[in-house]
């Protein structure tokens, strides 16, 4: 091979040291041009995220107006957004939603949808959309009944508020707060909130853009309280400007609830012909709207007001008194199926009253017995109502903490893997450097080309440690979550449910205590006293043999039975229970259906299944038992004739504290923990446990089966 002369050698220097040079400063040009011209935005992305924003703006300008069309738009600025990746857009769209569901009276949703709005809210950081968010979540709390909670949030959204110098922002959260103060009935403080955001509303004039809804409700908050302390005439004036406001804005659901109340400013001034005129426009816009919570609530005053008219009549049997209690509750029972269809207890429980009240004035005291007794029974369900919206409000609150916790967690990672790509990014530069000048200095080439394998197997070894530690934290995470969840149920249901049995044992203990002359009053309540006992045993009973499956302390003592005999005796048991409702139990056994249990625990079995089946059977319905022993298990079924299971109950049946949407006939409670323990105690004794049902109306079967003595586990097939 020729070897190069010594001049053509200080070429080949200088001609590398030439390449090398510009190679370097071209790198260098590059990596400047590069950090100071960034890529331009997308501009369809832009443009698809304007279109968003108009579309959410609209969908919040047709809520009080039209919440049929505000949905459907939403619910495109929601498609949208998702699909472009807007944060704002998305937040915005589920704002928009839970607010109309809110309207329309479907609060579960309302609820649901704010919710994943405050979480994402809260993770974007944006504190101004925050507190719009939560200012919508506390008005639902408010309406849920959870008074405590929607005054915390309402007042701190205020505070918020006020950090942000936000007068508009101030002017609503005073408002709301005026409005919990109402529904608690302390008028005097709810008065002196709304008079404080109309200072303040008049006080921003031609500074602060205050809504028109907010202006309105400032008058329609101080109408309402001025009437409840009897001052009808200030009244009439404060309702007469939100009414004003109202049609200029087309606040068509705002209105019909100003009409509303000033149809009861008018009753109170004697004006009743004017009164039932403005009820009937009240109807009228509601029914236009589709806001069923307006419609039953001027329904109902339309009942009391005919009912204030008939009471005040001086003839005790005139023909035009009896026809305005006809009216009365005519307008109360329509009152009552509208907001039976809403599912709101808290709106059913003064219908109630207001009917037991119309027949007590008509004589019928049946009915009227009937109708308190309704407002019992829905009194309790709104106790329920509340302490799971509690729950799911606790649960919320922790998975967000949980999340907080999470996205600090990820932002440390997201630090220190910039740190480690910083250094990493700083390295090769070197590298780079290094082999553009390795054509000149090969001794350099070698040092840096094992210092970058060094590098790289120290970073490699950074990254897997990294991942384990990571690795292990998260199953930490998920055992401790899982651990406070339960813990949380636990000391909710006790905190909770054990409150409402208590307060009757207590109340209709002091009852009995009252009425020393009425031993018949005084049987009625004890059986109330021993109903609710029972159902605080049954509830401490569950809860106790939950924590003892979860704490491992449940122990089998093994004997060989026959589970036919064992069936009969938990049958007549139930007996006295099935015979109240009238239902029929038809019971088939099978000979020598032998198997090895504790009889105890198979008699909880059995009595938790056919307690389950009386409870969701209809009077008068059908209940069958069946005992089958074939050549692999022996089997048990529980069918009954109740309302049955939809598809999406299947996965939550024996789950702890599962509201299903099947409701019990009898207006029995239930713990949630039944089938679950039914569950555990069956896999202890090796067997299995499945639910079939063929669809609404068409009855459910509990099916257990258990192994042969001496036969292994059955698994599942």
């Known amino acids: 091979m020729p070897t190069a002369s010594p001049p053509e050698l200080s070429q080949l220097r200088r001609l590398g040291l030439g390449l090398g040079l510009f190679f370097v400063l071209a790198l260098c040009v590059f990596g400047a041009a590069a950090a100071q011209n960034p890529a331009p935005a997308d501009a369809a992305n832009q443009a698809q995220r304007l279109h968003v924003a108009d579309l959410n703006e609209s969908a919040s300008k047709l809520a009080r107006s039209d919440p049929d069309r505000a949905r459907t738009i939403a619910e495109q600025a929601l498609a949208a957004a998702i699909r472009i990746g807007d944060e704002v857009g998305h937040i915005e769209s589920l704002h928009n939603l839970g607010r109309i569901a809110r309207l329309r009276g479907d609060l579960e949703l309302a609820s649901t949808r704010l919710r994943e709005a405050q979480v994402q809210a809260r993770r974007l950081g944006d504190m101004r959309l925050l507190a719009r968010v939560n200012n919508s979540l506390g008005i639902t709390y408010e309406l849920l009944g959870l008074d405590s909670e929607a005054l915390d949030l309402h007042q701190q959204v205020l505070d918020l508020w006020q950090t942000l110098g936000d007068r508009s922002g101030v002017i609503a959260s005073t408002i709301n707060i005026g409005k919990v103060f109402e529904q608690r009935g302390d008028y005097e403080s709810a008065l002196r909130q709304f008079e404080r955001a109309r200072d ?20 329609v908050g101080m109408a309402r309280t001025q009437l409840h302390l009897g001052e009808a005439a200030a009244a009439l004036t404060q309702i007469e400007y939100a009414l004003d406001i109202q049609r200029q804005n087309k606040d068509r659901i705002g209105e019909a609830g100003s009409l509303a109340v000033l149809a009861q400013v008018q009753a109170r001034m004697g004006q009743v012909i004017r009164a039932f005129t403005s009820y009937q426009k009240a109807l009228d816009l509601a029914a236009a709207v589709g806001s069923k919570p307006e419609l039953a609530d001027i329904l109902g005053q339309m009942g009391r007001m005919h009912l204030n008219a008939a009471q005040s009549s001086q003839q005790a049997h005139d023909s035009h008194r009896e026809q305005m209690l006809a009216d009365a509750l005519e307008y109360s029972e329509r009152a009552l199926n509208m907001a039976q269809e809403l599912g709101a207890p ?16 008509r004589g019928d005291i049946r009915k009227a017995l009937d109708a308190q007794k309704a407002f019992i029974a829905q009194s309790e369900q709104l106790f329920e109502e509340q302490s799971h919206a509690r729950y799911a409000l606790l649960e919320s609150r922790y998975h967000a903490e949980e999340r907080e916790r999470e996205i600090g967690v990820l932002r440390t990672q997201a630090e220190l893997s910039e740190r480690l790509i910083e250094r990493e990014r700083s390295f090769r530069r070197v590298l780079v450097v290094t082999v553009l000048l390795a054509l000149l200095l090969a001794s350099v080439l070698g040092f840096r080309y094992w210092e970058r394998v060094l590098v790289g197997r120290r970073l490699q070894q950074a990254r897997d440690t990294l991942r384990e530690a990571l690795e292990d934290a998260e199953r930490a995470r998920k055992r401790a979550e899982e651990a406070d969840r339960i813990k949380t149920e636990m000391l909710g249901i006790a905190a909770h449910d054990l409150r409402n049995p208590m307060s009757s044992i207590l109340g209709f203990a002091d009852l009995i205590c009252s009425e020393t002359h009425s031993l018949q009053n005084a049987q009625r309540h004890a059986g109330v006293i021993v109903n609710a006992a029972q159902r605080t045993l049954r509830l401490l009973t569950d809860l106790l043999e939950s924590a003892a499956f979860d704490a491992g302390r449940v122990e089998l003592r093994l004997t060989t039975l026959d589970l036919s005999e064992l069936v009969g005796e938990a049958i007549e048991r139930q007996r006295a229970r099935a015979n109240a409702k009238q239902q029929r139990i038809e019971f088939s056994g099978a000979n020598n259906a032998l198997v090895r249990a504790d009889a105890d625990r198979l008699h909880q079995i059995l009595d ?19 005992v089958f022993n074939t050549e692999h298990e022996v089997r048990i079924e529980v069918r009954d004739s109740g309302p049955g299971f939809k598809s999406e109950d299947r996965r939550l049946l024996f789950q702890r504290f599962q509201r299903l949407s099947a409701r019990p006939t009898g207006g029995e409670t239930s713990t949630g923990l039944g089938l679950s323990i039914v569950r555990d105690l069956v896999q202890m004794h090796g067997g299995l446990v499945r639910a079939e049902s063929l669809g609404e109306n068409q009855g459910s079967a509990f099916i257990v089966s258990l192994p042969h003595p001496g036969r292994p586990p059955l698994v599942a097939r």
Do not use: C
Request: glycine content about 4%; proline content about 5%; charged content about 20%.
């Open 346 to 361: 808290r709106n059913m429980m003064p219908l109630y009253q207001q009917i037991a009240e119309v027949h007590e004035v």
């Open 608 to 626: 938790n299944l056919l307690s389950n089946a009386i409870k969701f059977s209809k009077v008068e319905g059908r209940i069958e038992v069946q």
């Open 200 to 219: 303040e509303m008049q006080s921003s004039t031609g500074q602060v853009e205050v809504p028109p809804q907010d202006r309105a409700a400032v008058y």
